[in-house]
């Protein structure tokens, strides 16, 4: 379905992704997991062809994407679902008209579309709330619109960016049972997440660091280097802010003097 | 599309209306240099059609002697026609051309009126050698030139049209810059919302076209309240003109030719719109 071969994406001889390789099977679901800044965004984004690798080989299906013309991009991005990180709704555009975009792009008429999107909401659990705009939404049901925006077009593959983030435990496990029964009607699922917490010994896992695959679990064993990413970052962001108030409180010293 | 394009206009009415204001007021400039034109053809068509030589006598010359001197015309061979207005012809035309106002038709009598008659050469520049066998008459008071006339009115109108093209251009050039300033601040605002679009697979003619569209939805808007006003108001003046230049057969002017030209401006401001929107999308929407 997916398969990258040793690819490597640089930013100025910054090596982003180092030789990264896996083969993603369709209908399968897979976590892409490591802490923040270890690529996992980039991988997307190259899936989507947002970026370019500098070296290294993507085919998604049949396409190679390197290969890939310009003009065929918008069509591979109708193939692959997004839901992005930073969830990417528009705040002037109500919960349906958000679900409804995509499908504008491929010449459906508003009333089609209108209706394909409240059917994808009502999948998601969001009946009732179409008319509204997503700030007038709670932070998990924002997710659920992103996530219907991503099935709308009925992709052949979704790829989820830390859709659980900004959530408490309880909703993130919502969104992935949401993300698992999709999972179950056929469509693969690719998602990047630094809580541990989340991921099942059910499922293959793909360990990032440092832009290069430290593990590639599968199913069903257990991983050698499981550890909680979201609270290495939690801990990283302490030690970053006891820096800053050291250096504060050093400067205002010197000031003193 | 259509929807697209409504929402984008009503979110910065401002903006709006700048552009449609500038397209407006280089549309007004337009349609009042093109009434100019169109009227100054027609100006110089109806003295180009008037009798090139114009010989008025003297009250005491008489028929025979004035037969006389069209004979010495016609033997210069440089004539192709010649006709002589006797002082009761040239009060019937006077009365036709002021029928609407008695009191200047009391005043005149066929006495005050001279005889004259109408020259046509074969070529424009046998004009002056047959205005030189005139000339010397003592029957003659006046001769007119149609020519000088003419030509007068060619220099003007030339220089009016010079310089109405250059504040055209300067127009379209402002309203191109505004249009372009206008849609690219639209971009930049967007931009996010277009990165979104186009991550989820817009394609790069959906995301342009709204702009485009934009671009041709103020020069329509501009090009019928420039174009429609100047129209409206030179009907509605028509009459004054026609009575400051009776005489001179340039009315009326057929609506529908200024339907044309409407027509044509609409067109042309819906081009220019698009024009400036694509350039701003060149530049903003890589």
């Not at chain 1, 310009?70 to 193939?79: A, D, E, F, Q």
Request: charged share 25%; aromatic share 8%; glycine share 6%.
């Amino acid at each position: 379905m997916i398969e990258f071969k040793d690819v490597t994406k640089k930013y100025a001889d910054d090596p982003v992704l180092d030789k990264v390789s896996f083969l993603i099977d369709k209908g399968s679901f897979v976590y892409l997991v490591g802490p923040t800044g270890s690529g996992k965004t980039t991988v997307f984004r190259l899936i989507i062809r947002d970026i370019m690798p500098t070296e290294g080989a993507i085919t998604l299906g049949d396409w190679d994407l390197l290969s890939l013309p310009r003009s065929r991009v918008p069509h591979l991005r109708r193939r692959v679902g997004v839901v992005f990180q930073d969830l990417r709704l528009l705040i002037d555009r109500t919960v349906a008209e958000n679900v409804m975009l995509p499908l504008e792009f491929s010449g459906m008429s508003e009333q089609e579309a209108r209706e394909k999107a409240e059917t994808v909401l009502s999948e998601v659990g969001l009946e009732g709330k179409f008319d509204k705009f997503p700030l007038q939404l709670s932070g998990g049901e924002r997710q659920r619109v992103a996530i219907a925006r991503a099935l709308v077009f009925e992709p052949e593959i979704i790829l989820a960016d830390e859709p659980t983030g900004n959530l408490d435990l309880e909703t993130s496990f919502q969104i992935l049972d949401l993300l698992q029964t999709i999972n179950k009607k056929g469509t693969t699922v690719f998602m990047a997440t630094h809580n541990n917490k989340l991921i099942s010994e059910a499922t293959r896992v793909i360990i990032l660091e440092s832009g290069k695959i430290i593990e590639d679990k599968k199913p069903g064993k257990k991983s050698e280097k499981k550890r909680n990413f979201q609270d290495e970052d939690k801990l990283e962001d302490r030690e970053d802010k006891t820096k800053e108030t050291g250096e504060k409180i050093k400067l205002e010293t010197l000031a003193k003097k | 599309m259509i929807s697209t394009v409504s929402k984008y206009v009503r979110r910065s009415p401002y903006q709006a209306l700048s552009a449609a204001l500038i397209m407006g007021l280089t549309f007004f400039a337009i349609t009042v240099f093109s009434i100019l034109t169109i009227l100054s053809i027609r100006f110089i068509s109806y003295f180009e059609t008037r009798p090139q030589l114009t010989v008025f006598f003297k009250d005491s010359a008489t028929r025979e002697e004035i037969r006389d001197l069209e004979k010495n015309l016609s033997d210069t061979g440089k004539t192709s026609s010649i006709k002589y207005v006797s002082k009761e012809e040239a009060l019937a035309i006077y009365r036709e051309q002021n029928k609407s106002d008695p009191i200047l038709l009391d005043l005149v009598t066929a006495d005050i009126l001279p005889a004259s008659i109408e020259v046509q050469a074969t070529q424009a520049e046998f004009l002056a050698g047959l205005a030189g066998v005139v000339r010397g008459s003592p029957l003659v008071e006046e001769v007119i030139f149609q020519k000088d006339i003419v030509d007068t009115l060619i220099s003007w109108t030339n220089a009016a049209r010079r310089l109405g093209i250059a504040i055209i251009a300067i127009l379209v050039t402002v309203s191109v810059l505004v249009i372009i300033t206008i849609i690219g601040i639209k971009i930049t605002v967007r931009r996010e919302e277009i990165e979104t679009m186009r991550l989820l697979g817009a394609t790069n003619w959906f995301i342009r076209a709204p702009f485009l569209l934009e671009g041709a939805f103020y020069g329509l808007l501009g090009s019928l309240a420039g174009g429609g006003l100047v129209i409206g108001l030179f009907y509605y003046f028509s009459p004054s003109f026609e009575s400051f230049l009776r005489g001179v057969a340039i009315f009326p002017i057929s609506p529908l030719m200024m339907l044309e030209l409407l027509a044509i401006e609409v067109i042309v401001a819906c081009l220019l719109g698009v024009f400036a929107s694509y350039l701003a999308v060149l530049r903003y929407l890589k």
